[in-house]
């Protein structure tokens, strides 16, 4: 990679379970240029048969950090530390929890066990952080209208950092903050973003001007056929739901009220 | 920096300030429109032992937050919609961050729901409005909030849901356990019937303080937490251990214990950040519900 053309740089988070996602998400990106390809945690839940996705992220050289879900996993933990507070909520994050712990072989989950919690690297010059939740706590969920700047150049200054990327809350947002530093959550490539589309997201960062971007892009896949393993694998019919409406259907009491009011329910 | 010790029982942990994630307000200090038997701050139109706070000392701790990284800013009382300065220090605060109030919902007029509508509408961040409501009908509210004021917040909700709000409910729980469910199910009804579709209902345990001391019953001194306790647990659930409460007379450590001796910590926020030794009664219900002052955590319904 010469310095004068970083090259650019794929991030998505929140898989899920979603292997037909993920495969059309790597597809998108080997026509794009990219030289490399990070996924910030949570390879399972909602979604069915959570082994699929293993192989394609081995396969494609996806260098991966632990989420929540996948620390659960690997630790054996009773739950998946999503950070749910409500009752209805938690029944469902239990069902899917309960489905991807029997679903995940020994192998994976020992696979599980080598991720790391953050992985750090320069890009343009810039010092790059990826994490889960935070950089402070893996299931901090940091949703755009609860997330002050002062807060976010904070972060950047207590954990030396230039850009910093998260996940876990399922919902795509970026903030340029002051003094060239830059902000990303890469919402969820595993499920639809409670705005009615069946589409997904990842995230390109690149360079320009000397300014690193964040570019979001969609990816279309057949959820229709994913909505039919799901329910063959007697997964909730409110998670297949999601997948076909794109409006999400569970895990809502812990949206704040900007958010809240964009979903239907 | 050495401070005096607050209460008197030496083997209650010590709780440090982790991070100051939520800054709290008591912006309409003890007065309020309403009596409630329940209120562990004995809040009613005459008490003043805390003030409104005026705009002028919530300015100067809003720019004193934002080095020290504030997530959540957090306005109580009292009824802070009494507080004459409060649309202006909403529409101060959500230029920086996520607001919160929490309010009995009873003192709405149409021009001040417009108002908080147009504030909330030119923020990044999300205005969260809770009302709170101790019963699902006059029969059960007003005995414990006084009389008319079920209708009267019920009025307020619906104001604000037609305003494009969608308010968080919060319910002191006076009844059984064993009754959340029913109360929750039968509330949610209500709510849709007035036109609140997808209400957002918390449970919340009651405080034995002030009012709620007299009503139910004070703390016993079983109900302390202790070094042990603390083994295991994870103290994020502590408001304490990520928050601070300013009020017109400096910085307390909670929203709950305003009126401790021994609560207030420093006049600056810098000052208020030392440890706070967790030895009163309310630690015990913290300790035992959780995260129950901030706008996740309480009680839903499966
Ligand atoms: S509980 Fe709330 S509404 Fe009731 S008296 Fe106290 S401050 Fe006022
Ligand atoms: S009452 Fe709760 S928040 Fe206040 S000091 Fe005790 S444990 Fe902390
Ligand atoms: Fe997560």
Partial sequence: MSSSSPGKIALFGGIYANHLALEAALADMATRNITGIYCLGDLGAFGPNPDKVYPLLKDHGVKTLAGNYDDSLARDLPDCQCGYTDPRDNHFARLSYQYTYRNTSEENREWLRSLPGEIRFEFAGRRVLLCHGSPRRQNEFLWSSTTPTHFLQKLCKDYAADVIAVTHTGLKWQRELPSNKLFINTGALGRPENDGSRETWYTILGEEGGRITAEFIPVSYDSEALAIEMRAEGLPEEFSETIESGWWTTCLEILPAKERLLGRY | ?302
Avoid at chain 2, 61 to 70: M, N, T
Avoid at chain 2, 100 to 129: C, D, H, M, W
Avoid at chain 2, 230 to 255: F, H, I, K, W
């Fill in chain 2, 1 to 302: 920096m050495t401070r005096p010790e607050n209460g008197s029982r030496q083997d209650a942990p010590l709780q440090q300030l982790e991070s100051l994630d939520e800054l709290w307000f008591q912006a309409g200090g003890t007065l309020c429109n309403l009596s409630c038997n329940h209120c562990f701050i004995s809040c009613h139109p005459g008490n003043d032992n805390f003030g409104f706070m005026d705009l002028e000392t919530i300015r100067r701790y809003l720019q004193e937050s934002q080095a020290l990284g504030v997530k959540e800013y957090y306005f109580t009382g009292g009824e802070p919609f009494l507080n004459r300065d409060m649309l202006q220090v909403l529409e101060e605060t959500l230029a920086i961050g996520p607001a919160t109030v929490l309010t009995n919902g009873t003192v709405f007029t149409p021009s001040s729901i417009k108002a908080l509508r147009a504030i909330s509408e030119q923020s990044l961040y999300s205005l969260e409005l809770r009302v709170s409501i101790d019963g699902y009908s006059p029969q059960t509210n007003d005995p414990i909030r006084g009389e008319g004021t079920f209708e009267k917040a019920l009025e307020g909700v619906r104001m604000l849901v037609e305003a494009g709000f969608l308010p968080i409910i919060t319910m002191a729980q006076t009844w059984p356990e064993e009754e959340n469910t029913r109360v929750f199910e039968t509330f949610v009804t209500t709510l849709k019937e007035t036109g609140y579709q997808r209400p957002r209902i918390k449970i919340l345990p009651t405080l034995h303080l002030g009012m709620e001391a007299e009503r139910s019953r004070p703390y016993s001194q079983a109900e302390r937490i202790s070094e042990e306790m603390m083994e295991g647990y994870d103290s994020n659930q502590l408001l304490c251990s990520r928050s601070r409460t300013v009020t017109d007379r400096g910085v307390a450590v909670c929203p709950l214990l305003i009126e401790t001796p021994g609560a207030h910590l420093g006049d600056s926020l810098e000052d208020a950040s030392g440890p706070f030794r967790l030895d009163q009664g309310a630690c015990y219900t913290c300790y035992v519900h959780g995260a129950i002052c901030s706008n996740i955590g309480g009680w839903g319904v499966e």
